[in-house]
């Protein structure tokens, strides 16, 4: 019938409009159950999977609470526990940054010998796209995405170019924006690191053996003397092979006078028996 699709296109927005309000009304899901009150104008609000409805934030008094993968600017990640950047200035990050937006310094020891930290480290906001290859390649897990987007401001240099300060935050935070994340690292970090003890124990334990079996077969520790009478035995070599070497002249001459010897000698046999002797 002309007009069907028409009918029940407004059939389905204005089961929306009142699911919009019974949702909130009757709170079967409700956009603030479970929601966190900032202070009294601010909250952050869930928004549950099974909602229905239209779904309208009243922003900025209220924010969406964001998954744990949301990403925005990265983050370099400060060791609470060592005190120090993670960040090992590789320059891996500032590598594969698709729309090269990262600058990176390695900082240097007082004779100018490069140190694995960085002095200086910078992300272009206005040029970072998210993308978070940075975070993924970093092998140190020390540059994290971080959910912060409200960053406008009125100059885009230099407040859009974040310095190490800028983006240094501590573990902490991390693990409060990515605790799934963090947990799997940390996870995968306590592994390596049970495996790395347990190798080095049985390198340990391997030469604890290998030096305890030594005595045996140990090579014999030569005394002053031997090796002076070795060294005398050396050059009393050294010393012959020269001389022979020296007089190898007159050994060839010997040779062939003796050869012309037995050549002639030969030759004397042969004359007698050609002549029947
Ligand atoms: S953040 Fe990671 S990849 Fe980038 S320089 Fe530091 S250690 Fe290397
Ligand atoms: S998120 Fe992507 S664009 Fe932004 S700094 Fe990292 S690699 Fe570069």
Redesign the pocket.
């Known amino acids: 019938m002309f007009g069907t699709g028409l009918l029940k296109g407004l059939g389905v927005t204005l089961k929306h409009f009142v699911e919009t309000f019974t949702d909130d009304r009757a709170e079967v899901p409700s956009r603030y159950r479970g929601s966190l009150d900032l202070d009294d104008k601010h909250r952050i609000i869930h928004q549950p999977v099974d909602e229905e409805g239209l779904f309208t934030i009243q922003y900025p008094e209220e924010k969406r609470l964001l998954p744990e993968r949301f990403r925005y600017i990265p983050m370099?990640i400060w060791d609470t526990e060592k005190g120090e950047d993670?960040?090992?200035?590789?320059?891996?990050?500032?590598k594969v940054c698709p729309p090269q937006c990262?600058w990176?310094v390695r900082d240097s020891d007082e004779n100018g010998k490069p140190i694995t930290r960085?002095a200086e480290?910078y992300i272009d906001a206005a040029v970072c796209m998210s993308c978070s290859f940075?975070a993924e390649?970093?092998?140190?897990d020390?540059?994290k995405m971080d959910h912060d987007y409200e960053l406008a401001v009125y100059e885009r240099y230099p407040q859009l170019v974040y310095d190490l300060d800028e983006l240094t935050v501590p573990v902490e935070y991390y693990a409060a924006l990515w605790p799934t994340q963090y947990a799997a690292e940390e996870e995968r970090r306590r592994k390596e690191e049970a495996e790395k003890a347990a190798k080095q124990a049985a390198k340990a334990k391997a030469a604890a053996a290998k030096a305890k079996a030594k005595p045996a077969g140990e090579k014999k520790q030569r005394s002053p003397e031997e090796i002076a009478e070795l060294k005398r035995k050396a050059q009393e070599r050294a010393a012959a092979a020269k001389k022979k070497a020296a007089g190898g002249g007159g050994d060839d001459a010997a040779k062939k006078a003796r050869m012309e010897e037995l050549k002639r000698k030969a030759m004397e046999r042969a004359k007698k028996r050609q002549s029947g002797e």
């Open positions: 370099l993670r960040c090992t200035a590789c320059g891996i990050c500032a990262i990176i960085p480290f940075c390649f970093c092998p140190f020390a540059i």
